[in-house]
């Protein structure tokens, strides 16, 4: 049993309207689960669990829950990037977000397009679901973005790197 801590904001998310979302969580993960606040403790077997912290972790990073549970899609894991290295200040991480994000989430959805993933800028953070090859191209296209590359050089590299990507 592990115990994951997420905002306050997002246990809702973990629970759902009525609690279908605890429900479908413990059904589809074969753990319980109990949230005590903020803290959310997972319990099952040893495989079962790791991979439920995980979705836990993912809802907690902003995913919805349901681009959390593809997350028991053979292959697929999270990938957690920090914001906070690429900047400053507060407004400077706010203003590193709107890049990723893109005018009306358009960045955001192409690189989710190009890498077959799900981003999720959530807090200080950026979380990236999807193949291991996958991540890494998305997380390279953000990393780009966050050290200041064009958004055409960013989606250069994508579709350089289209070899890549795990179908």
Do not use: W
Request: with cysteine; hydrophobic share 35%; glycine share 8%.
């Amino acid at each position: 049993m592990k115990e994951i801590r997420v905002p306050e904001d997002r246990v809702g998310v973990l629970i759902g309207k009525d609690g279908e979302s605890k429900q479908k969580f413990q059904e589809l993960t074969d753990c319980s689960m109990t949230i005590d606040d903020n803290l959310v403790k997972v319990e099952g077997d040893i495989m079962d669990e790791l991979k439920a912290q995980e979705i836990v972790k993912a809802i907690g990073r902003g995913f919805s829950s349901e681009r959390a549970f593809r997350l028991l899609e053979e292959g697929k894991m999270l990938h957690i990037m920090d914001i906070d290295r690429y900047a400053d200040t507060s407004n400077d991480r706010e203003r590193l977000k709107g890049r990723v994000i893109g005018r009306d989430g358009e960045a955001r959805t192409h690189i989710e397009k190009e890498t077959e993933t799900d981003i999720s800028v959530y807090g200080s953070t950026i979380g990236i679901i999807g193949k291991g090859s996958n991540i890494e191209v998305a997380q390279e296209a953000v990393k780009m973005l966050l050290k200041g590359s064009n958004h055409s050089t960013a989606y250069t590299y994508m579709e350089k790197n289209r070899m890549k990507i795990e179908r």
